[in-house]
């Protein structure tokens, strides 16, 4: 259980075109899900948090013009890089949360997306 | 704020070995928590354990074990007979208490440190 998909897997795009990357739950509902970008050999760095029907909450220096993220359903949450670049060349990863009745719900995390941008 | 240190950037070992991998926090809440992960090449980050700050028992699962230490703020990992299926990227990492019952962890992770085990 508590598995979290990634589409696509990778993606090669020119630069000043937009890419939308898919996160889904595929066997829970997920009300709060995760976007984060992971530079080479670098951490995990949270760009954003979204819950379901309502707009995410970005981390600081994350430009939402520039990453638009929808959590349109409890399975689905999808980012989309708006006219990348090539610094925006990243290995982006989502994770998801199930909503509990108490205590802390772990992040599940999906298998990540690579981006690169020509 | 918090934060976490992983002061090893890649360490290299022969199968066999064993392996201690450091992680040192800073934080000013009394509650929190405390994880480790691994990255293997394909990307995808698998959760190894999760500990909270009351509780300072050591861990062992199988070859793994990890010994939290409050007085030095460690949280450090070690992988006994290490094998090549090991080899990884390991993050630790550090969340607050959930907001809300039911809420979430938001964990701020470390560096990492890339483990090479070499048959």
């Known amino acids: 259980g508590a598995v979290v998909s990634q589409h696509p897997s990778w993606v090669i795009c020119k630069s000043g075109t937009s890419v939308k990357i898919e996160c889904r739950s595929l066997?829970?509902?997920?009300?709060?899900m995760f976007w984060y970008r992971q530079f080479p050999k670098q951490s995990l760095m949270l760009m954003a948090t979204?819950?379901?029907?309502?707009?995410?909450?970005?981390e600081q220096g994350v430009e939402k013009d520039k990453f638009l993220i929808n959590h349109a359903s409890l399975t689905l949450s999808t980012l989309t890089v708006t006219s990348a670049h090539p610094e925006d060349s990243s290995f982006y990863i989502c994770?998801?949360?199930?909503?509990?009745?108490?205590?802390?719900?772990?992040?599940?995390f999906g298998p990540g997306t690579r981006l690169t941008v020509l | 704020a918090q934060k976490v240190t992983q002061a090893q950037t890649e360490i290299s070992v022969v199968e066999k070995e064993d392996v201690t991998l450091d992680c040192v926090y800073e934080?000013?809440?009394?509650?929190?928590?405390l994880f480790w992960y691994k990255q293997p090449p394909s990307g995808e980050l698998v959760f190894l354990i999760r500990?909270?700050?009351?509780?300072?028992q050591n861990e062992i699962s199988g070859r793994y074990s990890w010994n939290f230490q409050k007085s030095t703020s460690s949280f450090n990992f070690t992988i006994t007979a290490s094998q090549v299926v090991d080899s990884a990227v390991y993050f630790c990492?550090?969340?607050?208490?959930?907001?809300?019952?039911?809420?979430?962890?938001?964990?701020?992770f470390g560096r990492g440190t890339s483990l090479i085990v070499h048959p």
């Open positions: 990492a550090l969340s607050d208490a959930p907001a809300a019952s039911g809420g979430s962890y938001i964990p701020t």
């Open positions: 500990r909270n700050s009351f509780d300072e």
């Open positions: 934080t000013r809440d009394t509650t929190y928590y």
């Open positions: 066997d829970f509902q997920a009300t709060t």
């Open positions: 994770s998801a949360t199930e909503f509990g009745t108490s205590g802390g719900n772990e992040q599940f």
């Open positions: 979204s819950n379901e029907g309502s707009k995410a909450t970005y």
